[in-house]
C-alpha cells in the first residue's frame, strides 16, 4: 500500500521535474498553482475513495457478499455523475481557483491552459478512486499497486514526450497526464471486476444498489468526509496561494516543498490504508480488540517509517531539492525551510494513521469535528505568525495543523473501541 500511494503524488513529481528543466520559473510556478487546483479537487472528491475502502472492508468483514458488489456499482456510478458535473462547469471552476491564487499574468495563462487539458481526465480519476476504494477493501494491495504503476509509467513516458520530444511545454505535461489517468481507470475497472468475481459477488439488481438506507448513509458519510477534506487541504492550497503573494520565487520553492510533504504523506497513507481496510474489517465483525491490535501495529510501523522520512528531509534534503529543479533562486529559497521538511513527519503521522482508523469504521461525524477544530487552530496560528515571519509562519502553521488534528483524534478513539463492540 505504501508503494501504491507513492505512486499517486509521483505523477506531480514528474510534472513537477520536468518544469523544473525550463529555464524559467514561471513554468514550475504555472504547473504549481495547476497541480494544487487538481490536487484540492483530488481531495475534496477523495470521499469516494475513502467510502468504497470501509464500506467494502465492513461488508468483507460481515460476510455480506451481495453489499460488496453493490457498494462498488454505488461508487462507480456517483463517479461518473460527479465527474461529468465537472467538467460541464469547467468555466466558473477554473476561474475561481485561478483567482484564488492571484499568480503574476504569465503564471496565470499557462496555468489556465493546464488545467483546461486536466478537466478531462477528471471522470477517469473519479472512476480510479472508486477502483482503488474497492480493492484496498478487498486487501487486493498488489493489483492496487499494479495499476498505480501504470498510471506513473504511462505518464512519466508521455511527459518526456510531449515536452522534452515535442515541445508542448505545460499543455504536453497536461495531456500526458489525462491519457494516463484514462488508461488506469480502464485498467482498474477490470481488475475490480475480477477480483470481486473471485470473492463470488455478482451484478447486484438495482433495488440492491438504489436501496434508500444504503445511499442515505452513503451520502451521509460523503458529507461529512467532503467538509473533512475541505478543512484538510485549506492548509495546503494556502501554502501555495500565500507564496505566490510572496512572489514567483517563493512560489516555486513552496512548490518543491509541498512535493515532499505530499511523497511523505502519501507514503504514510499506505499504513493508513492498510488501517483503513483491517479497521473495517475488524469493525464489521464487532471485534474491539482485534480493531485495538491492528491500530497499534499500524501506529508503531508508520511511526517508524515517518522518522525515516524526516531524516531523509534533515540529511539529504538539498539534492532532494537539486532533483527537482535546476534553478539555484528556488533551490536557494527551498533548503531555506528543510527544517520545517524535517519535523512534519514526526508529527502529521498519527494524525493520518487515526484518520484511517476512523475511515475504515466510517465514523466521519468525529472526522469532520476533529477537523474543525485544528483548522481553527490553524487558522489563528497563521494570523499570528504570517505578518512576522513570512513563509516561515506557513510552514509553522501546517505543522500546528498536523498537531491539532491528531491530539482531536487521539481523544476520540477511546470511544470508536467502545461503539465497535455494540
Same mark, same amino acid.
Request: charged share 10%.
Given at each position: 500500500?505504501?508503494?501504491?500511494?507513492?505512486?499517486? $503524488?509521483?505523477?506531480?513529481?514528474? &510534472?513537477?521535474?520536468?518544469?523544473?528543466?525550463?529555464?524559467?520559473?514561471?513554468?514550475?510556478?504555472?504547473?504549481?498553482?495547476?497541480?494544487?487546483?487538481?490536487?484540492?479537487?483530488?481531495?475534496?472528491?477523495?470521499?469516494?475513495?475513502?467510502?468504497?475502502?470501509?464500506?467494502? /472492508?465492513? /461488508?468483507?468483514?460481515?460476510? &455480506?457478499?451481495?453489499?460488496?458488489?453493490?457498494?462498488?456499482?454505488?461508487?462507480?456510478?456517483?463517479?461518473?455523475?460527479?465527474?461529468? %458535473?465537472?467538467?460541464?462547469?469547467?468555466? $466558473?471552476?477554473?476561474?475561481?481557483?485561478?483567482?484564488?491564487?492571484?499568480?503574476?499574468?504569465?503564471?496565470?495563462?499557462?496555468?489556465?491552459?493546464?488545467?483546461?487539458?486536466?478537466?478531462?481526465?477528471? $471522470?477517469?480519476?473519479?472512476?480510479?478512486?472508486?477502483?482503488?476504494?474497492?480493492?484496498?477493501?478487498?486487501?487486493?494491495?498488489?493489483?492496487?499497486?499494479?495499476?498505480?504503476?501504470?498510471?506513473?509509467?504511462?505518464?512519466? =513516458?508521455?511527459?518526456?514526450?510531449?515536452?522534452?520530444?515535442?515541445?508542448?511545454?505545460?499543455?504536453?505535461?497536461?495531456?500526458?497526464?489525462?491519457?494516463?489517468?484514462?488508461?488506469?481507470?480502464?485498467?482498474?475497472?477490470?481488475?475490480?471486476?475480477?477480483?470481486?468475481?473471485?470473492?463470488?459477488?455478482?451484478?447486484? &439488481?438495482? +433495488?440492491?444498489?438504489?436501496?434508500?438506507?444504503?445511499?442515505?448513509?452513503?451520502?451521509?458519510? =460523503?458529507?461529512?468526509?467532503?467538509?473533512?477534506?475541505?478543512?484538510?487541504?485549506? +492548509?495546503?492550497?494556502?501554502?501555495?496561494?500565500?507564496?505566490?503573494?510572496?512572489?514567483?520565487?517563493?512560489?516555486?520553492?513552496?512548490?518543491?516543498?509541498?512535493?515532499?510533504?505530499?511523497?511523505?504523506?502519501?507514503?504514510?497513507?499506505?499504513?493508513?490504508?492498510?488501517?483503513?481496510?483491517?479497521?473495517?474489517?475488524?469493525?464489521?465483525?464487532?471485534?474491539?480488540?482485534?480493531?485495538?491490535?491492528?491500530?497499534?501495529?499500524?501506529?508503531?510501523?508508520?511511526?517508524?517509517?515517518?522518522?525515516?522520512?524526516?531524516?531523509?528531509?534533515?540529511?539529504?534534503?538539498?539534492?532532494?531539492?537539486?532533483?527537482?529543479?535546476?534553478?539555484? &533562486?528556488?533551490?536557494?529559497?527551498?533548503?531555506?525551510?528543510?527544517?520545517?521538511?524535517?519535523?512534519? +513527519?514526526?508529527?502529521?503521522?498519527?494524525?493520518?494513521? %487515526?484518520? =484511517?482508523?476512523?475511515?475504515?469504521?466510517?465514523?466521519?461525524?468525529?472526522?469532520?469535528?476533529?477537523?474543525?477544530?485544528?483548522?481553527?487552530?490553524?487558522?489563528?496560528?497563521?494570523?499570528?505568525?504570517?505578518?512576522?515571519?513570512?513563509?516561515?509562519?506557513?510552514?509553522?502553521?501546517?505543522?500546528?495543523?498536523?498537531?491539532?488534528?491528531?491530539?482531536?483524534?487521539?481523544?476520540?478513539?477511546?470511544?470508536?473501541?467502545?461503539?465497535?463492540?455494540?
Amino acid at each position: 500500500m505504501i508503494l501504491a500511494n507513492l505512486a499517486i $503524488p509521483l505523477v506531480g513529481a514528474v &510534472d513537477t521535474a520536468v518544469m523544473g528543466r525550463l529555464p524559467d520559473a514561471r513554468y514550475l510556478g504555472a504547473v504549481a498553482v495547476g497541480a494544487a487546483v487538481m490536487n484540492a479537487l483530488y481531495w475534496m472528491v477523495g470521499f469516494l475513495r475513502m467510502s468504497t475502502t470501509g464500506l467494502t /472492508a465492513q /461488508a468483507l468483514g460481515a460476510g &455480506d457478499r451481495g453489499e460488496l458488489g453493490a457498494v462498488a456499482v454505488r461508487g462507480a456510478t456517483a463517479a461518473v455523475v460527479l465527474g461529468v %458535473l465537472l467538467v460541464v462547469g469547467q468555466g $466558473p471552476l477554473l476561474g475561481l481557483a485561478l483567482w484564488l491564487f492571484q499568480a503574476s499574468h504569465e503564471v496565470e495563462v499557462l496555468a489556465y491552459g493546464y488545467l483546461s487539458i486536466r478537466i478531462w481526465g477528471v $471522470p477517469a480519476l473519479l472512476l480510479y478512486l472508486v477502483v482503488q476504494g474497492v480493492l484496498f477493501g478487498l486487501q487486493r494491495m498488489r493489483t492496487a499497486l499494479a495499476v498505480s504503476l501504470a498510471l506513473n509509467l504511462t505518464n512519466a =513516458g508521455l511527459d518526456l514526450l510531449f515536452v522534452v520530444g515535442f515541445g508542448w511545454g505545460v499543455n504536453g505535461v497536461a495531456a500526458g497526464t489525462v491519457i494516463s489517468e484514462w488508461l488506469a481507470a480502464a485498467m482498474g475497472l477490470v481488475a475490480a471486476n475480477r477480483a470481486l468475481a473471485q470473492r463470488g459477488c455478482q451484478w447486484p &439488481d438495482a +433495488p440492491r444498489i438504489f436501496d434508500h438506507a444504503q445511499l442515505a448513509r452513503l451520502f451521509n458519510i =460523503g458529507a461529512n468526509l467532503v467538509v473533512r477534506t475541505f478543512m484538510v487541504q485549506f +492548509p495546503f492550497f494556502l501554502v501555495t496561494a500565500l507564496g505566490a503573494s510572496l512572489g514567483d520565487v517563493v512560489l516555486a520553492a513552496n512548490a518543491v516543498l509541498l512535493l515532499f510533504l505530499h511523497i511523505t504523506a502519501y507514503g504514510l497513507d499506505g499504513f493508513a490504508h492498510a488501517a483503513e481496510t483491517l479497521a473495517g474489517y475488524t469493525f464489521g465483525k464487532r471485534d474491539p480488540r482485534a480493531l485495538r491490535q491492528a491500530s497499534g501495529y499500524s501506529v508503531l510501523w508508520a511511526g517508524l517509517i515517518a522518522c525515516l522520512f524526516s531524516a531523509c528531509y534533515w540529511f539529504l534534503g538539498e539534492w532532494l531539492i537539486g532533483l527537482a529543479t535546476v534553478l539555484a &533562486d528556488v533551490r536557494t529559497a527551498a533548503a531555506a525551510y528543510l527544517p520545517w521538511m524535517a519535523a512534519l +513527519p514526526l508529527v502529521c503521522v498519527w494524525a493520518f494513521m %487515526l484518520d =484511517g482508523i476512523f475511515i475504515g469504521a466510517t465514523r466521519t461525524a468525529e472526522m469532520r469535528n476533529a477537523m474543525l477544530m485544528a483548522a481553527a487552530a490553524y487558522l489563528l496560528t497563521l494570523w499570528l505568525s504570517f505578518a512576522p515571519l513570512g513563509n516561515h509562519g506557513v510552514w509553522l502553521s501546517m505543522l500546528t495543523f498536523m498537531a491539532a488534528r491528531s491530539v482531536a483524534l487521539g481523544l476520540m478513539y477511546p470511544g470508536l473501541e467502545r461503539r465497535a463492540g455494540r
